[in-house]
């Protein structure tokens, strides 16, 4: 009986060998396999990464983006490449300018470019952004007006307002009346019952800057105006809210659960 149990455990010490043998011939290109396989954790976005800023004699920048932009790593690839190229060239301008105005002998006063982005609409389908951007380059006032970014969270794609749409214009014809309506409301607030007639028309809503608002879902659109497109300077920027019900007939399928119902 002692030599049947010494040979089992024998034939036992060697089958673990053997395992062991192969566990350590094989395993190792398995794990590597295994390892390139396996989807790419994406790393992190610093918070600092979500601004740029210069200071200097001739430029003072400042762009920023939203934390809601870090929620999709191709957008903000996207838009930080945007920034630093926005940077970029208003550095050069700057400097260029400066030179000649030094050369001239000219004053020169420090140029100022400022982007800041802000989250509007955030729901399964669709992100969107929103930014005033406002400049000075010399002269009696600055410059100011908007940037839109809306992006399809499915297709991982920046589309335009347009894109929403199976007929654009159709959208945008049965938008406009409520378009003008506000629009107009806005002005006679803003003007206190004084008549304009060089800024009383109501200007075309398919040259206008659009973005979508709300979270989880878009209830609003909002049409952003630069300056001398509504009013004069001294009236500003406009933002004019504006309900999108008249645009749902004509909503693409997968953007149809993004929007509020009426």
Not at 104 to 121: D, G, I, T
Request: contains cysteine.
């Amino acid at each position: 009986m002692p030599d049947t149990l010494d040979r089992a455990s024998r034939k036992m010490d060697l089958a673990a060998g053997l395992l062991l043998l192969l566990w350590s011939a094989l395993a190792p290109p398995a794990l590597a396999q295994a390892i390139a396989q396996a989807p790419a954790q994406p790393q992190p976005i610093a918070a600092a990464d979500l601004m740029l800023r210069a200071d200097t004699p001739e430029l003072r920048f400042r762009w920023a983006l939203p934390p809601e932009a870090t929620l999709e790593p191709a957008l903000f690839s996207a838009m930080r490449a945007e920034g630093e190229a926005s940077l970029a060239s208003e550095q050069k301008a700057a400097l260029n300018d400066e030179a000649e105005a030094r050369k001239a002998k000219f004053p020169f006063r420090q140029y100022l470019w400022n982007q800041r982005w802000s989250a509007e609409a955030e729901t399964p389908a669709l992100l969107a952004l929103s930014a005033k951007v406002s400049g000075y380059t010399g002269g009696a006032h600055g410059n100011a007006g908007f940037a839109t970014s809306l992006f399809d969270r499915a297709a991982q794609a920046r589309i335009a307002f347009a894109d929403l749409f199976t007929d654009p214009k159709a959208a945008i014809d049965a938008l406009t009346p409520g378009w003008c309506k506000a629009l107009d409301a806005e002005r006679a607030a803003r003007r206190a019952g004084q008549p304009n007639t060089m800024f009383s028309d109501c200007p075309p809503l398919a040259e206008r800057t659009i973005t979508p608002m709300g979270d989880p879902i878009i209830y609003s659109l909002r049409v952003l105006v630069d300056p001398y497109i509504a009013g004069p300077w001294s009236e500003g920027v406009y933002e004019i809210a504006v309900d999108p019900a008249p645009a749902l007939p004509f909503l693409k399928p997968a953007y149809r659960s993004a929007f509020a119902k009426p």
